[in-house]
């Protein structure tokens, strides 16, 4: 019922492709006006409960990953996976991040993609690569790619937001592999 209520009012609803928007657990126009996707209606409340669960896990994970002092010219790929790390919270936790927001995504991508083509960062993990490439293809889904339609159910299902998402655990497995015994002791 509240379902088909939202529907009535608000016929063009936009969707933003941050958590606040938790599509899939309430009512949301997604894709076309006239095309819903959910996998269950929760009431605003246990939405916004869920919202505010993983924004404090988000904001939480981040300030003990990034703790502590950096040195930006000693050690680059550790200020670059922080300033990646932050960007991605603002992607996730912004009530206003669209599509077009995701252009941040260059850094965090940048700082993976260095780690995996320094030498002397040897062996290499797979888990991080396949996390890179995850990442980039659940990112690019988004774009027109795969055609039109294809495109927007990808954004409608959140895809953008675990591309990011995965994004983020690369650059705390670069942080936990390199620079664990300063950045992530407890």
């Not at 958590?19 to 095309?35: E, F, Y």
């Not at 790390?85 to 940048?110: C, D, E, N, Q």
């Not at 690569?129 to 995850?134: P, Q, R, S, V």
């Not at 591309?163 to 670069?174: E, K, Q, S, T």
Request: hydrophobic content about 55%.
């Amino acid at each position: 019922a509240e379902y088909l209520a939202f529907l009535k009012e608000n016929p063009k609803a936009k969707i933003h492709v941050s958590i606040k928007s938790i599509r899939l657990l309430g009512p949301s126009v997604a894709i076309q006006p006239d095309t819903h996707l959910a996998i269950a209606v929760l009431p605003q409340w246990g939405r916004d409960a869920i919202r505010y669960a993983v924004a404090a896990a988000v904001l939480l994970g981040l300030a003990v990953v990034c703790r502590g002092r950096t040195r930006p010219r000693e050690q680059p790929l550790l200020f670059g996976s922080e300033v990646g790390l932050v960007l991605i919270a603002m992607l996730l936790l912004s009530g206003l991040s669209w599509k077009a927001h995701f252009v941040t995504m260059l850094l965090p991508y940048t700082v993976l993609l260095a780690y995996l083509a320094d030498a002397r960062h040897a062996p290499r993990p797979r888990k991080l690569g396949w996390l890179l490439l995850a990442s980039f293809a659940l990112c690019t889904l988004t774009a027109d790619i795969i055609t039109p339609a294809g495109a927007d159910f990808a954004e409608a299902l959140g895809l953008i937001q675990l591309g990011a998402l995965l994004a983020g655990c690369g650059l705390v497995l670069l942080r936990i592999r390199e620079f664990a015994p300063r950045a992530i002791a407890l």
